[in-house]
């Protein structure tokens, strides 16, 4: 089945749209979204804006120039961009053409912060010396230096960081409305990762792509044992200390809501929803093993598989089924296979003259 054959009642007609910026911000369920991304544009041939050489981001933590691209010079404009990169629209447009549709992803940042505390561990030098995270927000200006910034972004603000934003900025009222009115004017759609389905539902709609194009598995989650439980007190103080990423946390969630009322309405959407989880457990019944539960990094048999791994936390990846005929088996295999990999593996067809990535 084409892009886009499998559209919604009353859903603008046209072509599935196929470039697509997408603002792949951090410990907020982005590889599942950035898989997704990967999958459509080597199934329909598109062109992916790489990082060049050994790179595996597109100059993170510094602000985006176009020149972290691969192939820019000879190839000036490409389908898709979807790796981390700081947000810096000049550049960005550089790279992408001007129907470029622009999305992005956010996280309640009490639950991004305890995912980076954890995976960010032992780089950033304000989570390093902080025995847990109930420590850390108890007294965060004991282990958090501004002067240390381009490791600590991960430690305060990390998504107003990610989309080009002053994380250290003071929370003041026209500066947040002015800096959420930017983003608002420059992206399309803002996914929301405890909403994820709902989310993918409207990101489909405005694609216009079709149902197995939005299916996902959840990628890049960590085992039980590395998440920490948070007292009350800890949220409170992770919602203050982030408090520029509660503010567009707050807002893009009321505005994802907004959008689904008025253009599906609840009920469209319960059903739209069914539809998108029937078919993620579908495939999880023919692809996965083990009945589709996430495994550790050492139970994964092919390497290809086994996601890269941080911190303290254990990343998890999936083994596929035994026994797939090699059709199947390549469908599967695109839905399970972690970031690392599948950029080089995009990155090799796209520039099969060039040594290929290595995978740390
Ligand atoms: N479908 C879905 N729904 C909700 N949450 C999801 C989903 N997929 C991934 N995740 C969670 O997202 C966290 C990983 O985020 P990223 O992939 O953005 O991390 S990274 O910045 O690319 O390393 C990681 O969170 P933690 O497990 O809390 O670390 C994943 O569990």
């Known amino acids: 089945m084409g892009p886009g054959t499998l559209l919604f009642g009353g859903q603008a007609e046209g072509p599935p749209v196929t470039n697509i910026m997408f603002l792949k911000t951090h410990k907020t369920a982005s590889s599942t979204v950035l898989n997704i991304l990967y999958r459509f544009?080597?199934?329909?041939?598109?062109?992916?804006?790489?990082?060049?050489?050994?790179?595996?981001?597109?100059?993170?933590?510094?602000?985006?120039?176009?020149?972290?691209?691969?192939?820019?010079?000879?190839?000036?404009?490409?389908?898709i961009m979807c790796n981390h990169l700081r947000f810096n629209l000049p550049e960005v447009r550089k790279v992408m053409p001007n129907d470029t549709f622009y999305f992005s992803i956010l996280r309640n940042p009490v639950f991004q912060l305890e995912s980076s505390f954890i995976y960010y561990k032992t780089y950033a030098p304000a989570f390093r010396g902080a025995p847990s995270l109930d420590a850390f927000l108890a007294s965060p200006r004991t282990f958090y230096n501004d002067s240390q910034l381009l490791r600590n972004v991960y430690a305060k603000n990390n998504m107003w960081f990610d989309f080009g934003f002053d994380p250290n900025a003071p929370v003041e009222e026209g500066y947040v409305r002015a800096r959420i009115a930017e983003v608002e004017r420059r992206f399309q759609l803002v996914l929301i990762a405890e909403h994820l389905d709902?989310?993918?539902?409207?990101?489909r709609r405005r694609l216009r792509w079709a149902l197995d194009d939005v299916v996902a598995f959840r990628l890049n989650s960590r085992s039980a044992r590395s998440v920490t439980r948070l007292a009350p007190?800890?949220?409170?103080?992770?919602?203050?200390?982030?408090?520029?990423?509660?503010?567009?946390?707050?807002?893009?969630?009321?505005?994802?809501w907004g959008q689904l009322r008025a253009e599906l309405g609840p009920r469209r959407l319960r059903g739209e929803v069914a539809r998108l989880r029937a078919r993620r457990r579908e495939l999880a019944?023919?692809?996965?093993?083990?009945?589709?539960?996430?495994?550790?990094?050492?139970?994964?048999?092919?390497?290809?598989?086994?996601?890269?791994?941080?911190?303290?936390?254990?990343?998890?990846?999936?083994?596929?089924?035994?026994?797939?005929?090699?059709?199947?088996?390549?469908?599967?295999?695109?839905?399970?296979?972690?970031?690392?990999?599948?950029?080089?593996?995009?990155?090799?067809?796209?520039?099969?003259?060039?040594?290929?990535?290595?995978?740390?």
Request: net charge positive; with cysteine.
């Open 198 to 203: 709902e989310s993918l539902v409207l990101l």
């Open 41 to 79: 544009a080597e199934i329909h041939n598109l062109s992916v804006a790489l990082p060049a050489g050994w790179r595996v981001h597109l100059g993170y933590p510094w602000l985006f120039l176009a020149r972290y691209v691969e192939g820019v010079g000879s190839q000036q404009q490409f389908n």
């Open 233 to 256: 007190e800890t949220r409170q103080r992770a919602r203050r200390w982030c408090a520029l990423d509660w503010r567009l946390y707050q807002h893009f969630n009321r505005s994802l």
């Open 285 to 360: 019944a023919l692809c996965l093993q083990d009945a589709g539960a996430p495994q550790n990094r050492t139970e994964i048999r092919d390497p290809g598989l086994r996601p890269y791994q941080s911190g303290a936390a254990d990343i998890l990846g999936y083994n596929l089924r035994p026994g797939l005929d090699i059709q199947t088996r390549r469908v599967c295999q695109r839905l399970v296979t972690p970031e690392l990999q599948y950029m080089a593996h995009l990155y090799s067809l796209q520039f099969p003259e060039k040594p290929p990535k290595s995978i740390p």
